[in-house]
């Protein structure tokens, strides 16, 4: 395990925190702007949000975990119902190559999303979009968007990659450790980036895993083990998993409440986000602190 030190810019920290949601800054008035964002100040009877999904086509975690979490917040906020709509993008291998070519199907992806007038949507491979360097989720962001507007389907965009550096700075941590699924080379990616934005990685563990299904397949438990590897000395949090096909719901809470240390992964990330653009109250049960309402 090797320890890294932050080295971004205040240009980089000022642009990235330009592109923070509004509900990190939390409180009513940002929850009620970002209703009338996403059409629903208008509508207030209708309780179902549509949410688009960009997959990997090998992804099976984003469409579980979400829907997980989402499904416990239905039950202890009765009110809002929220329902799925996904579209892949083929990748089979975790490799620079094959995160290349998936991205070049962003836009096919986003057309067929428009047709079903989704309320929100999300991206959904982290690694992909950091792999094409600082700050693209930005990029990766205004593309879906664009296509969207162009169909007429105008709607908020969040990338899992984006997701995560919000949810870091909603928790108000400037340090972290951070567990990844991908071999070292990739894990080293998502450390710059993290970096970049201006986020320190005090360490981080590679698990190894370069077939993405085999990702989907890891025993979430085997992270109430993992964490403790980490050298948590300076770590203000910790990104239990970066990756949003590595399962890691059921051990948030788990981690959370052993380590003493705020615990956030990219699904719960996406999740945050999400909540936050379609204007409601960012709460979901034990998915740790990012998602208790006051974040």
């Known amino acids: 395990m090797t320890n890294h030190a932050g080295s971004a810019g205040e240009t980089e920290r000022a642009g ?5 949601p509004q509900a990190e800054r939390a409180g009513q008035a940002e929850r009620a702007e970002g209703a009338e964002r996403t059409g629903r100040a208008d509508r207030p009877g209708r309780a179902d949000h549509h949410i688009g999904l960009i997959v990997p086509s090998s992804n099976l975690t984003m469409e579980t975990e979400l829907p997980r979490m989402l499904r416990a917040r239905e039950e202890a906020l009765p009110g809002d119902r929220f329902v799925f709509h996904s579209s892949r993008m083929r990748m089979q291998k975790v490799t620079p190559e094959q995160l290349k070519e ?3 199907q962003t836009e096919r992806a986003a057309l067929e999303l428009a047709d079903a007038r989704p309320d929100i949507v999300a991206t959904a491979c982290l690694v992909a979009i950091m792999a094409q360097g600082p700050g693209h989720h930005c990029a990766a962001e205004d593309e879906i968007t664009a296509v969207l507007d162009g169909q007429g389907a105008p709607a908020p965009v969040v990338s899992s990659a984006g997701a995560l550096l919000a949810g870091i700075g909603a928790l108000g941590a400037k340090r972290v450790a951070v567990i990844t699924p991908y071999m070292k080379p990739l894990t080293e990616t998502v450390v710059n980036y993290i970096e970049d934005a201006g986020t320190e990685v005090v360490d981080s563990l590679s698990l190894e895993v370069p077939d993405n299904l085999a990702v989907a397949r890891l025993d979430p438990h085997g992270l109430r083990d993992h964490w403790r590897r980490l050298d948590l000395t300076r770590a203000d949090a910790i990104v239990l998993s970066a990756c949003v096909q590595m399962p890691s719901l059921s051990a ?22 999400i909540l936050a653009e379609l204007g409601l109250e960012t709460r979901v049960p034990d998915a740790g602190a990012l998602l208790n309402g006051d974040c």
């Open 16 to 20: 990235q925190a330009e592109r923070a």
């Open 102 to 104: 998936m991205n070049a």
């Open 252 to 273: 948030v809470q788990y981690v959370e409440d052993a380590s003493g240390l705020p615990v956030l992964t990219a699904a719960t990330a996406t999740t945050y986000r």
